[in-house]
């Protein structure tokens, strides 16, 4: 075996930002809160988008009414051209008119789907349930499209992410039992599979990422915490003993056998 060291981190941990830039309103959770999916998280001001929206319903309004009249107009112009009281050229304007109008009701209601995308962007909510790990931004502040607001991570799950050296990575494999020890927690010593061996190198330390999962129901593992993964690398012929057979004497240690006499 050999002990690669690591870190646990949430299975899924995302920087939550917008892509419009505002004043922040409301921030609905603190740093340690669990949320759901859906939940509302911030708020940024959108006074400006609710008033472009009601343009863009005042204009589809327009749009219909003109729709609404160019109808009409065309059903005229049919009627007096069966009478032949109009050309054909006149009945063929308002049919062009009667399409303009057509277009100028969907083009105002395509810029009323444009605002209500991004009106999604200021009631920002959780994309998935988690833990609010770090909040980044403050009521007032101006928030910039990118700009990370907070973190959040799921938690129900932990991956423990260790390094291997480049000796000993050839000898695992997805799916091999290594033996997982969360030093900062008692009881804490699991066997999982690898779920993941990263095949390219850390450049500074030309070492190699494993990566294991584990099962995280009451919350005792948070992201940061140190971890042991204790990988099989191989086998070799030995002679072993009880660890409790072990005699230690300063620095020496060994075992009492017993003779043919019984000694």
């Known amino acids: 075996y050999v002990t690669a060291t690591g870190s646990l981190d949430a299975i899924r941990s995302v920087q939550i930002s917008t892509r419009m830039m505002g004043w922040v309103r409301k921030i609905h959770v603190t740093e340690g809160q669990l949320v759901a999916a859906g939940d509302p998280i911030i708020s940024i001001d959108n006074t400006d988008l609710l008033a472009r929206k009601s343009q863009a319903e005042a204009g589809i309004a327009e749009a219909r009414a003109s729709l609404a009249h160019a109808e009409k107009k065309v059903a005229r112009f049919e009627k007096l051209y069966a009478d032949k009281s109009v050309s054909r050229q006149q009945l063929d304007d308002v049919l062009t008119a009667r399409e303009r109008a057509r277009a100028g009701l969907e083009a105002a209601k395509a810029k009323r789907a444009e605002i209500e995308v991004q009106l999604r962007y200021v009631e920002i909510t959780a994309p998935f ?26 938690i129900d799950r932990m991956k423990v992410i260790a390094r291997l050296g480049e000796r000993d990575v050839n000898a695992v494999a997805v799916g091999d039992t290594v033996t997982v020890e969360v030093t900062s927690l008692p009881d804490a010593r699991f066997r999982v599979p690898l779920s993941y061996v990263i095949p390219a190198a850390n450049p500074g330390s030309r070492t190699y990422d494993i990566e294991a999962q584990l099962q995280n129901p009451a919350g005792r593992f948070r992201s940061g915490m140190f971890a042991r993964v204790q990988v099989p690398v191989g086998e070799r012929e030995a002679v072993v003993v009880p660890t409790e057979c072990i005699v230690s004497r300063g620095q020496l240690k060994g075992v009492f056998t017993v003779d043919a006499d019984g000694r």
């Open 129 to 154: 349930g988690g833990i609010v790990a770090r909040t980044t931004i403050e009521e007032g502040a101006m928030a910039n499209p990118g700009q990370a607001l907070l973190t959040l991570e799921q």
